[in-house]
């Protein structure tokens, strides 16, 4: 019996539709590329979102199961890269985008890898030990963007990491009580004792130590997205104004993290939707 096979449209559609659910805040954002760019961020996103949830939701599956199933994606992945064309449905998209920008398969190693360590690691002691996690969760996710953004510059990639380190911190800092769910802190071990604020992780109150320790964080969070800043003058038209607007809207949760007494225990720091749409909007209009 004969299947229907898998259209790059169809591929790309499916990864769009994983971003306007998943990623509210990134797909607003790519509303203001130009439409050439725009569906080879959505395959990066759906890619991405699907090998994340095959780590986070697939119920009460057992850790090794996953694990295969992380590694047969990855495996699966490059044996279709290699081929030049995948008909999976959400490798379909990824895969020509990755050729058509030459993004290099290596980032994708490194992302996968961090992938595969939230099966098994629960926390990180330092700074540099959480960096080494990012680098293939977030700083690698500025890597790939930057060949379908096309920098006027290649100075704009240290930058494009430590953006995409800015945007982790920040939904690490926003989900803590969501991740301490699944057994998972991201905020350093040494940043925790040096505040004082263990007991805040185990009883879920944001007690003075651990409203110190946010403080510190989210001071952190700002100095990258300041790094990143330098780098994002260096993207041209379009390309600058979408990726300043999702700078501009993930910043703000930080803001929004503050505005609630730095309580993340008791409501989700959000940024409204129409603030979404009018950034975006905005960042269209000025182009025009």
């Given amino acids: 019996m004969s299947t229907t096979p898998i259209t790059l449209e169809q591929s790309y559609a499916h990864s769009k539709a994983l971003n306007k659910r998943n990623g509210t805040t990134y797909y607003w954002a790519t509303t203001v590329l130009p439409v050439v760019k725009r569906h080879h961020v959505h395959a990066l996103y759906g890619f991405c979102r699907h090998a994340d949830d095959i780590v986070d939701d ?7 199961v996953r694990a295969k199933a ?6 699966r992945f490059f044996e279709d ?8 449905l959400v490798l379909k998209a990824m895969v020509h985008t990755v050729r058509a920008f030459r993004i290099d398969p290596d980032c994708v190693r ?18 540099d030990d959480l960096l080494d996690y990012m680098d293939g969760s977030a700083a690698v996710i500025g890597e790939m963007m930057l060949p379908i953004l096309e920098p006027t510059d290649p100075a704009a990639l240290a930058p494009a990491r430590e953006l995409g380190n800015a945007f982790q911190l920040t939904n690490f800092l926003r989900d803590i009580d969501e991740d301490l769910d699944r057994s998972r802190v991201y905020v350093p071990q040494e940043d925790i004792r040096r ?16 409203q110190a320790l946010m403080r510190f964080e989210i001071e952190r969070a700002r100095q990258l997205y300041a790094v990143a800043d330098t780098g994002i003058a260096l993207l041209p038209g379009r390309s600058g104004r979408s990726i300043r607007a999702a700078r501009t ?36 209009l000025l182009g025009r």
């Fill in 58 to 64: 697939l119920g009460d599956v057992a850790t090794d």
């Fill in 70 to 75: 992380l590694a047969d994606f990855g495996d």
């Fill in 81 to 88: 890269l290699e081929a030049g064309d995948s008909d999976d």
């Fill in 110 to 127: 490194r992302f996968l890898r961090s992938m595969a360590m939230d099966l098994t690691v629960e926390t990180y002691e330092t700074w």
């Fill in 195 to 210: 505040f004082g604020a263990e007991s805040a992780f185990e009883t879920r109150t944001a007690t003075p130590e651990f």
């Fill in 249 to 284: 809207l993930y910043a703000r949760i930080l803001d929004q993290i503050e505005a609630q007494g730095l309580d993340v225990f008791h409501a989700r720091a959000r940024v409204p939707t129409w603030q979404k749409v009018t950034i975006a909007g905005r960042a269209l």
